[in-house]
């Protein structure tokens, strides 16, 4: 399995950024990720409150809980009081978090390298790790998926293709997710070399796909594709987990069927027991928890990646939520998964794609 994955992964990244990834995990898990010195003649005001956004996804009311325990836990080490920001738009946190109007947000690469540019104060405070408990198998999944009636029609021998997504009803999440986007569009552009495609070649309906939609999450992007908005759609498999099953073949697979479960939380609860296949699978860079350091100072940002790299918070149940429970989180706990410190330089992989 881990040689599939790889090969999937090379597939995706030329060697040389694959190489600088696993260069960047070897000192990510060595190094401390703190923030830059403290400038004595900077007129920066750090925050007496401390702002916490939240990407749409993770806004979602199903996370009601894990969230507050990251708020419990981020007071617990600063003593800081700390305030919850939901959103129904990635900009919204991107703009936040480089402005500094946020100290602190849980999003994709693409939203934290989005930041970081706008900003080079935004950096990583930490990021969950793989099976491993190290950054070398930090990794999750972006799916372009169809519903399961049509899958059929994507058929490629025993497997499938997205030869023949052209001309298609399509669904992105935002402009701003990494596997719900930045991922999905480098995969289809890298697929059809061919026809020269670029990014707006692939939102402009009409000129690759029929019609383009934005679902704005990785809920709404799926939901768009189980309600029949979509024939195809672009999705994650941390997001649809606490709505979805894998029914059929081995979950983050090419091949792979889910279905919606019968207890499924809104929008799913319209599409209890309705089935999709996953027809491209390609694994993605696990996204971080992020801070400003304009606006939170060295002194916090070490005391919480000093209490969140902990065997107190490693353990804890509502962050990493056990084998087999009904609690929906953000993490679920798989062998040796933690949080551990990471660089601004392992995210370069994201930077790259596309260019």
């Known amino acids: 399995r881990k040689d599939k994955i790889m090969k999937n992964f090379k597939k995706f990244l030329t060697l040389g950024l694959t190489l600088a990834m696993f260069a960047g995990c070897l000192t990510g898990c060595q190094n401390n990720s703190t923030a830059p010195a403290e400038d004595e003649t900077a007129t920066n005001k750090y925050a007496d409150t401390i702002t916490m956004i939240w990407a749409p996804n993770e806004s979602a009311e199903d996370y009601d809980v894990a969230r507050e325990e990251f708020s419990k836990l981020i007071e617990q080490a600063t003593g800081k009081k700390v305030e919850h920001q939901l959103t129904t738009d990635y900009a919204v946190a991107i703009e936040a978090m480089a402005s500094g109007k946020a100290q602190i947000c849980f999003n994709g690469a693409e939203s934290y390298v989005q930041a970081h540019e706008k900003n080079n104060a935004v950096l990583p405070l930490f990021v969950n790790s793989g099976e491993s408990g190290t950054l070398e198998d930090a990794i999750y999944y972006s799916f372009l998926a169809v519903e399961e009636e049509n899958a059929k029609d994507y058929a490629d021998g025993d497997s499938y293709s997205i030869d023949n997504i052209e001309g298609k009803k399509m669904s992105f999440v935002s402009n701003s997710s990494t596997s719900g986007f930045k991922v999905p569009t480098t995969s289809i552009i890298n697929h059809f070399a061919d026809k020269n495609l670029t990014t707006d070649s692939l939102i402009n309906a009409g000129e690759f796909f029929s019609e383009v939609m934005f679902g704005g999450s990785h809920q709404g992007s799926a939901f768009n594709l189980m309600s029949g908005k979509a024939d195809v759609a672009a999705f994650c498999d941390t ?42 699978c390609t694994p993605v860079l696990n996204g971080p928890f992020f801070y400003n350091a304009d606006t939170l100072s060295p002194e916090d940002v070490k005391a919480i990646q000093d209490l969140f790299t902990s065997d107190e918070v490693t353990n804890n149940p509502k962050i990493f939520i056990p084998e087999g429970s009904e609690d929906v989180g953000l993490f679920e706990k798989a062998g040796d998964a933690k949080l551990v410190l990471v660089e601004d330089e392992w995210f370069d992989p994201i930077r790259e794609m596309g260019k």
């Open 239 to 280: 997001e649809i987990r606490p709505y979805a099953d894998c029914t059929e073949g081995e979950e983050n697979t090419v091949g792979a069927v889910y279905t919606i479960k019968d207890n499924a939380t809104a929008p799913f609860d319209q599409v209890q027991g309705e089935k999709f296949t996953v027809i491209a």
